[in-house]
């Protein structure tokens, strides 16, 4: 048994250092996940700590059939479409966390940018964040899933529980969408 396996099945009997340390591998990137899904700290701090107290109220009932992993990006993933549900709207997404947006680089020598390849940067940045913004929750999740963090195919689908072609598709889908919103903006 791993050792994330052995954490599940101690905080399961109610072990709540377990739960603490299964909590601290996670609330980073549930976190992240909802702030790239809301679009804001506030709402992504009050959206995963509703997703870990609903892990904690769930805990006994998860069989294993996945990795807690899935398991708790599914939490994740309800828990904002339920909020996008009830008329949330989001603003922009964050594609370059923990890097200060504010700061230039104006040290010429060093070989860091010109100021104004910067400027073009944060805006292609700026524009790529209102486009996936205004995707549609499924679109947008699926990009967040396997563009930004990295997830297979497989995992989106367990995550989802949807088939894997359908995740495919929303994957296609969801880049074309974003690739016409692009371009719009572009023109």
Known sequence: MGD????VEKAKKGDMVAFEELVSLYAKKIYNYCYRMTNNKEDAEDLA?????????NLKSFKGNSKISTWIYRIAYNTCIDKYKKGSKVDTVSLNPGKDEDAVGIELVSGDPLPEE?????ERYRKLQACIAALKPEYKTVIILRDI??????????????PLGT???HISRARAALSDALREMLE
């Open 4 to 7: 994330e396996a052995l954490l």
């Open 49 to 57: 700590q509703e997703v870990f107290i609903k892990v904690y109220k």
């Open 118 to 122: 910067e400027v073009i940067k944060k």
């Open 149 to 162: 963090q990295n997830y297979s195919y497989e995992e989106i689908a367990e995550i989802l529980q949807v």
């Open 167 to 169: 995740v495919k598709s």
